[in-house]
């Protein structure tokens, strides 16, 4: 099975900075790779699909880069609504989550 | 609009059954694969099983195999998870989800149900 790692596994932040959240699989996953962003008490939300492609409706703020088994999450200016935690996902195999990264408020 | 709607979920005890439940609108459901993936309390997601869109196709995550059945019924626009011999572990929130054309991308969940398995 592949193995999905996340780092950091959480970080604070403030409104206006530029984040970003790396992802790592324990082998080869092409561009199969998703991200989502979940908030407390709701269900998670498709952001980044197929490593770089932005989901209709998400802003553009979120961008997604990577390929193999190196992958990042960049939010290029954090805003309110987007503190939350950040799961990582790949679709090459059986589906595996990565074990999330909680941004906060600094 | 595509809305998932689970049901079911409820306190049972360990070695019970439960049988959840999910129902879709908004969408043609006959067109998609679906599966359920679970959040036990303060932890992450982890996907459980998947159906393709004619039931043809199933898979369980190694947790549930031999315990967990996936089902729909296409006419019903429904999903289905029956779980038998639950365990401690078992607790958790079950989402159901949308499997975009782009296999194991799940672009739209449900709200989900929670499953208590306790004495």
């Known amino acids: 099975d592949i193995q999905m790692t996340q780092s950091p596994s959480s970080l604070s932040a403030s409104v206006g900075d530029r984040v970003t959240i790396t992802c790592r699989a324990s082998?080869?996953?092409?561009?199969?790779l998703n991200w989502y962003q979940q908030k407390p008490g709701k269900a998670p939300k498709l952001l980044i699909y197929?490593?770089?492609s932005l989901q209709s409706g998400v802003p553009s703020r979120f961008s997604g880069s990577g390929s193999g088994t190196d992958f990042t999450l960049t939010i290029s200016s954090l805003q309110p609504e987007d503190f939350a935690t950040y799961y990582c996902q790949q679709s090459y195999s059986t589906p595996a989550f990565g074990p999330g990264t909680k941004v906060d408020i600094k | 609009q595509v809305q998932l709607v689970e049901s079911g979920g409820g306190l049972v005890k360990p070695g019970g059954s439960l049988r959840l439940s999910c129902a879709a609108s908004g969408f043609t459901f006959s067109d998609y694969y679906m599966s359920w993936i679970r959040q036990a309390p303060g932890k992450g997601l982890e996907w459980v099983s998947y159906?393709?869109?004619?039931?043809?196709?199933?898979n369980y995550a190694d947790s549930v195999k031999g315990r967990f059945t996936i089902s729909r019924d296409n006419a019903k626009n429904s999903l289905y998870l029956q779980m038998n011999s639950l365990r401690a572990e078992d607790t958790a929130v079950y989402y159901c989800a949308r499997e975009a054309t782009a296999m194991a991308t799940f672009d739209y969940w449900g709200q989900g149900t929670l499953v208590t398995v306790s004495s």
């Open positions: 082998q080869s996953i092409s561009s199969y």
């Open positions: 159906i393709s869109s004619s039931s043809s196709y199933t």
């Open positions: 197929a490593a770089s």
